[in-house]
């Protein structure tokens, strides 16, 4: 039985752990509140360090106090397992020099569809989840919800879906006021489909509270419905 530790949450978030480790981590996370109030912060570093390349961190050595704790036990539980430390380092330097970056670009409602550890893939995870196939289009919706003093956090998966379409997310209130939630354009091969199974992941925000949602409306720009999710 793979043994879980609280301090994997950053390893997670990294992409570090192996296939049969983020499976127990995920089983862990159902059950610890802890943990799961930590990686939607942690899911994002994952997508700040994709575009630095460890030569570019070499001639700069991290000054001790800016190095997160809980990065470094997370790698040295991981040197076994040859995990690189210079990505680890990055990590931890990009969570001080951008933590207003993860904070804010949780909503910005960027398509994602190849990251499972994105903060959509995150709070799909750990919020609360609405699901539903519609029977006429086939695509099969996820909408994930989390409080926020601004309003709501909104995640999607999609899948079924084929292209070219220009489509967006429409949440709506019991009082029938709509706001778009996130737009996004479905390339030819599409998402979730025979030939291209990776399901479409994106986040974004409404300014209404979880009380005040109706439902989610996922449409092409021209207002073909092809998904109606009710909360």
């Known amino acids: 039985m793979t ?4 301090e994997d949450v950053a390893a997670y978030a990294l992409g570090l752990l192996s296939e049969e480790e983020r499976a127990a981590f995920e089983r862990h996370l159902k059950s610890c509140g802890s943990c799961a109030g930590e990686v939607g912060s942690f899911a994002a570093m994952g997508e700040l360090i994709r575009g630095v390349h460890p030569d ?7 000054e001790p106090q800016v190095e997160s704790l809980l990065v470094r036990r997370a790698a040295a539980e991981r040197r076994r397992r040859r995990v690189n430390r210079t990505f680890t380092t990055a990590a931890a330097c990009l969570v001080v020099a951008a933590g207003v970056f993860v904070a804010v670009g949780s909503v910005t409602g960027e398509p994602n569809p190849d990251s499972i550890h994105s903060p959509a893939a995150a709070l799909l995870m750990t919020g609360r989840t609405y699901t539903v196939t519609d029977p006429a289009s086939g695509v099969t919706s996820v909408v994930g919800l989390e409080d926020k003093g601004w309003g709501t956090h909104v995640a999607l998966e999609l899948k079924g879906v084929k292209g070219p379409l220009q489509c967006r997310l429409l949440a709506v209130g019991d009082d029938g006021r709509s706001e778009v939630v996130a737009s996004w354009g479905v390339p030819g091969k599409g998402y ?14 409404t300014s209404l509270n979880q009380d005040e949602l109706n439902h989610f409306t996922i449409q092409t720009v021209d207002g073909r419905i092809l998904a109606t999710v009710a909360v």
Do not use: M
């Open 3 to 6: 043994e879980v530790h609280h």
């Open 56 to 62: 570019d961190l070499l001639p700069h050595q991290p």
């Open 192 to 205: 979730g489909v025979p030939g291209s199974p990776d399901p479409l992941l994106l986040h974004g925000g």
